[in-house]
DNA sequence: CGCAAAATTGCAATCGTTTGCAATTTTGCT
DNA sequence: AGCAAAATTGCAAACGATTGCAATTTTGCG
């Protein structure tokens, strides 16, 4: 950006780097360049169609961080993806990016530009109050809780336009879009065992809030059904997965017949180490799966999963940034699951 | 961002949102406010102490958008998705993403913000001029040649630092990386005719061009070893894709033995068909994808498939892209495909 | 104590656009 | 022709930080 020409290059040369430039070259004001180009009706149109037709011929675009800094507005959503309790995960988690594809695409619909920021709270605390005081965002979107409840709960105490994917709680203060969770827990425990599963292992990492949820869900309908279930820490990062479901496996072989995996990813997973050990998807072990991700309608056999709706939950995300931007202080919305009956349990 | 307070509220609030409203407090200038919060070595350490002291208490930090505009670097890095050539394509197409992830990743890293963008050229014809002439990021990285090749050959002349994922083609201005698709499609050829298969089928659009250069390296392979092929447009969009395999697949049943699949998205989509078809493979028909996406190891039976080094490619878009700021005139960097035997070919 | 050098801080121009209000020009009517 | 109203355009402050250079203060030595 910075330009290399003095400033008597600058006069006598034809290229047009500021709006000062191409006024100069139209024989009017810069204030009248401007109004030109941003179509103001206060300008004649003869003067008007002289002016577009010089920028046009320059290749001149008026510089929109002038602008954003004179408008103090800035037509940028951030959205930030914190990896609070598992560092090792890649930004690139399946169901993150669907949902990322999904906000882009809302985004860009609604005229806002997306700037992306993958945060790890442990190596940066202030990593929501640094984005927001940036002034580079006129709002902001959080993709998923981590470990942040109470940082995002400050922050949203002091500033409207922020909307959190995640798990909403009762009495919280910060606005969420997101399943309900437990009762998509409720429904994944009510598959397995209607489906004949007597044992039951939840494949997830509890700490993240809306896991918890999902487990807390499953819990209490096992408990009400007389079924055991017990937890096997399996977290979201697929080398780390992998390992730790091939070991859960072998502690649990002939023991557990009903497996409840807190994502779709980590059903994948289990279900190519199933594959491996020539356990039989549903008849020797059931298994359902969260997100309803398009590789679930694929896998063999195609997974029974909850499905999570990402298009709704991210038109929601945006609808309420935007109602929120306009000073209203909106309720979080919380998406109904639903169980999307495949063929492994 | 706008603030309703009068003046007078401003001066007598202790709320700080300029340098200035903190200098005041501190009782220094702004510019010593903005030297001792930058850590600049020309302050007394007791006075940047106590100004770091009163930004910390008041929560203040410097407005970027102010900043960028004086020091005329915004440390953001534009990410930009044409969509030229199928408008039904969603932003989160599942390669897309996947590099979109590693490309997040890696500007982090580097200290760079990402501003994603999803363009529809026959929309907007100047959203590469757009991009660049707005002034907001430093720099632009394209995912995807789609039809725009042209377009971004004008732009490459008078822009230096902006780097484009797809196929180099001999002669070509702007700087690429990407695999070598031409070979890619060779070794997709290869390993089919190897395993026996006698008459091949290109599931895929042969306009955009790296994947023209795939069915191009098939096809050159294929007629070395007098075995037919044919190409069978298949659009990536997942709805019309599904329906566009099985029509394809009704008319090529018991004359094709070997399908070659654009990438593993098409591929998957056409395992669910053949399987719903009792069609077996790859005893009755061998297919080869390309990309080796994570799902490609959970299909069953697993995809034999083309592997893209994905984080070598985002490194590599990163890298040429830091230097081309800097000022050097990189040369494309060409990606080597690997083909990942699995079971389906 | 006086003075020169070093350190620290202040001033204000700058980045480039937007926009309220004043100045100028144009228009239309008597 | 003169004049008032309307239309058009110019001026310059503003947005908020950065930074070159000048002004001021501090320090140390003879």
Known sequence: ??????????????????????????????????????????????????????????????????????????GVIGVAIPLGHDVRQQI???????????????????????????????????????????GMVDGVIVIGQSDQFERIEDVADGYLPMVVWGNHQEGQRHCVVGSDNRLGGKLAAERLIASGAKNLAFLGDTQPIEFAARFAGAKEVAGKLGVPI???????SPDRAGEEIAKHLQQIEGRVDGIFAATDTIAVTCLKELRERGIEV????????????????????????????????????????????????TESLVLPPHLVVRETA
Chains 1, 2 share one sequence.
């Open 1 to 74: 950006m910075a330009d290399t020409n003095t400033r008597d290059e600058e006069e006598s040369v034809t290229r047009v780097r500021t709006l000062a430039d191409l006024a100069k070259i139209a024989g009017v004001s810069p204030g009248t360049a401007s109004r030109a180009l941003a179509g103001n009706s206060l300008v004649n149109t003869k003067t008007r169609e002289k002016i577009e037709a010089i920028a046009r011929e320059h290749g001149f675009r008026p510089n929109q961080i002038a602008s954003k800094l004179r408008r103090q507005k800035t």
């Open 282 to 329: 549903p008849r020797q072990l059931k298994v359902v799966g969260f997100d309803d991700l398009p590789i679930s309608s694929q896998t063999a056999p195609p997974l029974t999963t909850v499905r999570q709706d990402i298009a709704a939950g991210a038109k929601g995300l945006v609808d309420l940034l935007l109602r929120r931007l306009g000073g209203e202080d």
């Open 230 to 236: 017990r937890a096997l820490t399996t977290h979201l």
């Open 92 to 134: 690139s988690d399946t169901f993150f990016m669907t949902l990322l594809g999904y906000l882009a695409d809302e985004l860009t619909e609604k005229g806002y530009d997306l700037m992306l920021r993958r945060v790890i709270p442990a190596q940066d605390e202030d990593w929501l109050d640094r984005f927001i005081g940036s």
